[in-house]
DNA sequence: GTCTTATTTGAAATTATATTTCGATAGTGG
DNA sequence: CCACTATCGAAATATAATTTCAAATAAGAC
């Protein structure tokens, strides 16, 4: 159970992974131990899976993001988990999703440009797809990796 | 300009934001000053936007992510402001794209579950939206953060 | 080529931070 | 109230970040 320190740390872990456990502590009120011991707990306990650098797509050339719909006719559990590894293996591609509805797959892509998506997409249909269809984005409006702290059970 | 070393350097550290400045100096093979100096210079320069703490949505009880697409009539500025800024204060939304195609924005949200999703469904649709509709992540099969090198141009 | 200048480097010193230790405190169940 | 357990804070120790400075390297100018 986390209780109120423990989401405090989380939100400012969330926006900042290098706060040093001394300033948490004093943003959260308590000693640099209490702080360092609350932040093991939950790394082992895995509410924190890991710490990451975010980087600037538009400076290393990715300017471009594709959100690909995938449909298929392909639905045993061989060719899914094919099409996974080979999807795990495109570093351009950042998300795979299997979807409910209509549609089977999301895959959201970086590219440099038009001919990056194309080369993308003749990687993405050697594989046995009934129906793909990309959308651009125009603008990214809002994105952040910090969840909400919301709906945890109260202590 | 990024030569290999910085690029090995963003690598690792799109993996690990935690990893030590020593252990990167080993592991690309330079002085920890010469290290350290990189990775100052990879952050003033706005290549690193910023290192974050990446929690497990299904302990903090949000094991369901939707992704949610929207069209609407309302096409000015002043109302895509406003919509932006609605959107922006929900905790629950991770990510807004304006897109191109047949769909005007792409949502991508975490929930706690339907009824959730509900909640979210209607503090949306306070807005003048025409059509929205929600895909719902049966499985994720790859989530990553780590954006590829590969199209940087040349040293 | 070689001189000059501006960058970048590595080792060592310094400073700051992470981690451990240990005794004190507070809550729990019997 | 006592024994037990979990957590705590302050201080000690171990690691790591940051700065300093002299040497090495690269880039032009001629």
New binding site residues.
Partial sequence: MLDR?DRQLLEWLQGDAGL???DLAEKVG?????C???IQKLEESGVIRQRVTLLDPEKLNLPLTVYISIRTNQHNDQWSEQFREVLADIPEILEVHRMSGDLDYLIKAVVTDMPGYDRLYRQIIRANLSDVSASFVMETMKHTTALPLTHLPTV
């Fill in positions: 320190q040093s456990v001394g308590m000693s640099k131990s209490a360092w011991r609350r």
